[in-house]
């Protein structure tokens, strides 16, 4: 095939495709030039004069030719769709590639899961590259479904498209030197793999001992003053736009011609509903070039620096021995995508996907879709002994992030001593329960921020070991809500007077669904109008916000199933307050 694409070059026999006189975006120089493109076998072979050299020629004048997107982070679970429906939804805009972390599933079903997202993609068009979870569980302090060692990662390297070490957010075991922690690095570096890291709130020293681990890319970073100091230190930042994390507008200002090789962008989580009316990274290049980023940089980020942090050295660019993912698009300012082609091939024409794959293709393992494994749970489980105090510590959300605050404040007590929920001051409570392997273990806490006027919400989506949380008005609700959890094997549930108003399946590991994606979305509209009856004071995303406050390697204070964990002592505090 490398003798047919060099007489292809020479012209000595036909291209399999010239797209002549079009408008090519130069990743190297970052320029935009005119010229014709030869391809031949899935490859660019040739820029130049190649009109009348083809079995088949298009005529690109007037159009642009960009190389396909990458995401250089992305968990496909948090669309709740497999591999299969985000592969269909995503190749529209122009998106070819993604770097995807199984992470999620990994903490419900350990390598069965990850072998199910590996085993998906196997089907589609979509390249799906991926990243072995480091840190099941995400940390020493919780339990999730599965405990992943250096051991049970090694062997999954031979796995087709598994090309590093995914994000390693248990940094109290690398700035110990925990001796397993350490062999999953050496392990990637031994293949000249990139490791992933989670710098989240990271100090200067903390930051150096990554760097000088080996881990070389950090999506946290929610300022251009900390992406500056992961630069400096060879770090690259993914520069995050997602339905949670949104950092790119922060980090802008700060992106300039001389930085910003050491870059990329990602989604990180994206929901189905955002993933289909805004697609993946290809919205955080036109945010950037809408914020003042000069597109051919905005591309490049997006393209070919993303390939070159993860080694994938023939992709990212429109250049003879490139593999041709590409689309073609109006101009380099709106980059409206026309057509999608990848290895050469036509995927996507006049903004539609030519061939839809079917989710049904794969079977459900018995194994993923049997995961709710837990102990009855009664109203005495739900309750919070204030013992004799009037204080609490309390969880409160920041805005429609992950990150929230540890705030001190009054609550209400009943005549038995148990903290009651108060909606006037908006303190609701919050539980989560171990559902992996019935150990009985069940974290409280007092939720700030959700606005709950009656009702309670449930779901198994709660980052990152997936156990399930709910937050709630009253008991009786969070009981019914829990048991529809239950009964469904999985997902999100919405109740109110014992009713449930509107649910969710996701029947795989509770995380996704094999679900056409208009349906997930129907459902999801559904569940999200009636969010909006229990709690129609709430300015932010629930669903998002909730299924982020048992992840405790994010500040200040979250609660996973053994308790309330306070971020800045790396320890579980009590709920009253002296």
């Given amino acids: 095939m490398i003798e047919d694409r060099i007489k292809t070059a020479t012209k000595q026999i036909k291209a399999d495709l010239i797209i002549s006189n079009i408008n090519i975006v130069d990743v190297f120089n970052l320029e935009c030039y005119v ?17 009348g050299e083809g079995i088949i020629e298009i005529d690109g004048t007037g159009k642009t030719i960009i190389p396909g997107y990458v995401d250089a982070h992305v968990h496909i679970e948090s669309s709740m769709v497999t591999p299969i429906q985000y592969s269909n939804e995503i190749l529209p805009f122009g998106v070819t590639s993604v770097i995807a972390d199984p992470h999620e599933i990994a903490n419900v079903s350990g390598v069965d899961g990850i072998k199910y997202m590996i085993d998906m993609a196997k089907y589609v068009p979509l390249d799906v590259y991926i990243m072995l979870p480091s840190c099941v569980p995400a940390t020493s302090y919780e339990r999730g479904g599965a405990i992943l060692t250096a051991k049970d990662l090694k062997p999954l390297y031979n796995e087709e498209n598994v090309i590093g070490l995914a994000e390693v957010m248990d940094f109290p075991s690398v700035l110990s030197c925990n001796k397993d922690m350490l062999e999953k690095i050496q392990n990637a570096k031994e293949r000249n793999y990139t490791v992933d890291g989670h710098c989240s709130s990271f100090n200067i020293n903390m930051l150096n001992a990554y760097a000088t681990a080996g881990i070389m890319t950090d999506h946290e970073a929610i ?3 900390e992406m500056i100091q992961r630069s400096r230190r060879g770090i690259h930042t993914l520069v995050r736009y997602g339905s949670v994390c949104r950092d790119l507008p922060n980090i802008l200002p700060s992106i300039n011609e001389r930085n910003h090789r050491l870059l990329c962008f990602s989604t990180d989580d994206k929901h189905i509903d955002e993933l289909t009316t805004f697609g993946g990274v290809n919205h955080n290049v036109k945010l950037a070039i809408q914020g003042g980023l000069d597109p ?12 070159a942090c993860y080694k994938l050295y023939e992709k990212g660019a429109i250049a003879p021995g490139f593999i041709a993912d590409f689309s073609i698009v109006d101009n380099v300012k709106d980059l409206n995508i026309l057509d999608v082609y990848k290895n050469g091939k036509l995927v996507v024409k006049n903004k539609t996907l030519i061939n839809k794959i079917s989710t049904n293709i794969c079977s459900k393992p018995e194994k993923l879709v049997s995961s709710i494994n837990m102990k009855k749970i009664s109203k005495d489980d739900l309750a919070i002994d204030m013992k004799g105090y009037s204080k609490a510590n309390v969880i409160e959300v920041i805005n429609d992030g992950i990150v929230t605050k540890k705030s001190i404040e009054k609550v209400s007590v009943n005549s038995e001593g148990y903290f009651e929920v108060n909606v006037q001051k908006d303190q609701q409570k919050i539980v989560v329960i171990e559902r992996h392997n019935k150990t009985g273990n069940i974290g409280k806490g007092i939720l700030k921020g959700l606005k709950l006027e009656e009702g309670a919400i449930a779901t198994t989506i709660s980052h990152d070991s997936h156990n399930l949380i709910v937050v709630g008005t009253n008991d009786n609700d969070m009981l019914k809500a829990i048991d529809a959890i239950k009964q469904m094997q999985g997902g999100i549930v919405i109740v109110n007077n014992n009713e449930v108003l509107a649910s969710i399946n996701l029947e795989i590991c509770g995380l996704i669904t094999t679900d056409d994606s208009r349906a997930v979305i129907d459902n999801l509209n559904h569940v999200n109008k009636m969010i909006k009856k229990i709690a129609p004071k709430v300015e932010i995303n629930p669903l998002l916000t909730l299924s982020f406050m048992s992840l405790v390697v994010i500040p200040e204070i979250k609660v996973c199933e053994r308790g309330l964990f306070d971020f800045s002592r790396l320890d579980f505090i009590d709920i009253y307050s002296e």
Avoid at 35 to 51: H, Q
Avoid at 296 to 307: D, E, G, K, R, V
């Fill in 35 to 51: 010229s014709d493109v030869a391809i031949k076998d899935g490859y660019f072979v040739g820029i130049g004069d190649y009109k």
């Fill in 223 to 225: 300022s251009g003053e």
């Fill in 296 to 307: 051919i940089i905005a591309i490049s980020i997006a393209t070919y620096n993303t390939c």
